[in-house]
């Protein structure tokens, strides 16, 4: 993810969020029904970036930064209602009890529709006092229509379990709104419940800890009360694991961050960091290195959690000072500079899905990161999986904000301005010294998702975090639409991210299921009903049918448009009539790669549209 925590990317306030692209693609359908007819699907855009926490809750850590009460106007958190949706859901969507703090009769929420942001004014239904301070508390509902809407111009997945929804404002923050999207097909999970605080399945555990959140109150945006928790954790699973990574039942809201990586224990030294040991604070006896807490659904992304989990080692060697320049992007301090060769995945200036390449002599320009992205040798030297030898010169750029103030993915071919510095790894040697400490082939997570008090997650609700948490631990075959690939193959096959789960006094529980190439369901795309599962898995220069009925009634539909489509802009369109609500299209996937299937539905006089609904997370072999 870059140092923006994205989904996609650079932090870039929803009021720069760009307003949707016109700009289509045009052909002629060649049937009898539209041969005079001229579609043009409408391109979807990205959402609202969101922000790596690290370098700031760091500073905090170690004194760098004061731990300051939130201000008012921030937000806490919010219920979504259904606490899982489907495309094809039909009723009533709420968030419930959106908490923020101070005294706010009304707020303003801009929900993201296709044709642009909906303007609504939500009254305050409640308030209640949390540490001598007013909490307001706000609730709002929309009918069906709105996620249809949404849908129409969003895509969710396997690799993607969410939408963007829209943006909360307040007169001083503006924070992001997700919701948790996911397919039909996803497998039922076995759950042991330990008491009325504890429960746990395969890879999640659920806890009951009532001032989990409300701490942050007093104690700042990032301030959890991860202490009682990881205690609690503790009393029923064993020291056995390097990281504890937090998510909330009631999603977290904040315009500081998606997600963020507290060292607890560092071993590791030459590589920008002392040497420090606070496992005790949380109850382990001296395993656990790390405390992460992800908002919601982006703890279930490789981009965030990739990111996320490089933070142990990365980057904290300063190369833009090394160089005689001031950093610049995203949080410079803990985030790698603008540089060649290489992508990487802690970039302050550039996400991973960009980096620099040389076109000759001093002229260097933005490319896309060939698929899959794997970790700057540099950050491989930090984890002990490459040495010294193989880091090669670093080109430094002076102007480290070229592309603005955080980190952001430029167009292909975009030349990079200014001057530029050489800094090798006998300077980074000579400042650091050489890497010494453990070298690790596993890293060990514990996904623990945090319900308020007296309540736990529902069945449905454990069924999606035990699927997506046992996703994130796969070793290979889940690289997203965007090329980001699993931590193991991001690592260059040299860390596996371990996510199962052992209990204390209650036996594993290990009834497998399959979470790489897992058909999608029939009704995962709103609007239509497939004849059978959808794969997410295709033989390259294969013939495949897909066939189903329309089930939207709104408008005469007569043609279907489903079109595959990867990042870097490949394309495969399969096409047909509708008679009679029926369709089937078949086609071939002509490359290999990772794309997206979106489904584009047109009436006689239609004009341009928006997709019915896009999903990915599909692999073509």
């Not at 302050?348 to 698929?371: F, H, K, M, S, W």
Request: charged content about 20%; hydrophobic content about 35%; glycine content about 8%.
């Amino acid at each position: 993810m870059s140092s923006q925590l994205k989904v996609r990317g650079t932090i870039v306030s929803v009021h720069f969020f760009r307003r949707l692209l016109l700009a289509s693609l045009l052909w002629v359908l060649s049937s009898p029904l539209a041969a005079q007819e001229v579609f043009e699907p409408l391109l979807d855009v990205d959402p609202p970036s969101v922000v790596c926490g690290t370098p700031r809750v760091f500073d905090q850590q170690f004194g760098i930064l004061p731990v300051n009460p939130v201000q008012d106007g921030q937000g806490l958190d919010f219920l979504q209602e259904p606490r899982v949706l489907h495309a094809d859901y039909t009723g009533k969507i709420t968030v419930r009890n959106l908490r923020i703090v101070g005294d706010y009769p009304t707020i303003t929420f801009r929900r993201w529709t296709p044709v642009g942001e909906v303007n609504e004014t939500w009254t305050r239904r409640s308030t209640q006092t949390i540490g001598g301070r007013l909490v307001s508390r706000f609730t709002r509902s929309w009918p069906a229509a709105a996620l249809r809407k949404a849908l129409r111009a969003r895509t969710y997945g396997y690799d993607k379990p969410q939408i963007f929804w829209g943006v909360v404002e307040t007169p001083v923050a503006e924070m992001d709104l997700y919701f948790r999207v996911t397919s039909k097909n996803i497998p039922v999970a076995t759950v042991t419940k330990i008491n009325n605080r504890v429960q746990y399945s395969s890879h999640v555990v659920n806890l009951s800890v009532g001032p989990f959140t409300n701490r942050r109150v007093t104690h700042g945006g990032s301030g959890f009360a991860f202490a009682t928790a990881a205690k609690l954790f503790y009393q029923h699973f064993p020291d056995v694991y390097d990281g504890l990574s937090f998510v909330t039942q009631r999603d977290a809201l904040s315009e500081n961050y998606a997600a963020f990586h507290s060292l607890v224990k560092n071993a590791v030294s030459g590589i920008g960091l002392s040497l420090f040991n606070n496992t005790s604070t949380y109850g382990s006896a001296g395993r656990l290195q790390a405390i992460e807490f992800y908002r919601g659904a982006f703890a279930l992304q490789n981009d965030v959690s990739n990111h996320e989990a490089l933070h142990q080692w990365a980057d904290f060697f300063d190369v833009a000072e090394m160089a005689g320049y001031d950093c610049g992007g995203h949080q410079c301090s803990s985030h790698m500079p603008l540089l060649f060769p290489r992508e990487n995945y802690v970039g302050a200036v550039l996400e991973e899905t960009r980096r620099v390449r040389r076109v000759g002599g001093d002229v260097y320009e933005i490319q896309r990161t060939p698929n899959p992205g794997i970790q700057h040798p540099l950050h491989k030297y930090a984890m002990g999986h490459a040495n010294a030898g193989s880091v090669p010169n670093l080109v430094v750029f002076e102007d480290q904000e070229q592309f603005g103030d955080s980190s952001s993915s430029p167009d292909p071919g975009t030349e990079l301005t200014g001057n530029s510095q050489i800094v090798a790894m006998s300077d980074i040697l000579g400042t650091h010294g050489p890497r010494t400490g453990p070298v690790m082939a596993r890293w060990r997570r514990a996904l623990v998702v945090i319900s308020p008090a007296g309540t736990l997650l529902s069945q449905k609700e454990m069924n999606y975090w035990n699927f997506y948490a046992k996703r994130m631990g796969e070793n290979q075959n889940t690289t997203s639409y965007h090329g980001i690939p699993s931590f193991f193959r991001a690592s260059g096959n040299k860390m596996r991210l371990r996510t199962d789960i052992d209990a204390r006094n209650y036996p594993k529980i290990t009834k497998g299921f399959q979470t790489v190439f897992r058909n999608y369901g029939r009704t995962d795309w709103r609007g239509v009903t497939f004849d059978a599962a959808v794969r997410s898995r295709y033989l390259v220069n294969a013939n495949y049918t897909f066939s189903g009925r329309v089930t939207l009634t709104d408008q005469p539909y007569h043609v279907i448009l489903i079109i595959a489509e990867m990042a870097d802009g490949t394309q495969e369109r399969f096409q047909g009539n509708i008679v009679g609500q029926r369709f089937s299209v078949t086609g071939k996937f002509l490359k290999r790669g990772n794309y997206r299937l979106r489904v584009f539905l047109f009436y006689p006089g239609s004009g341009s549209q928006y997709q019915s609904t896009g999903v990915s997370g599909v692999i073509v072999k």
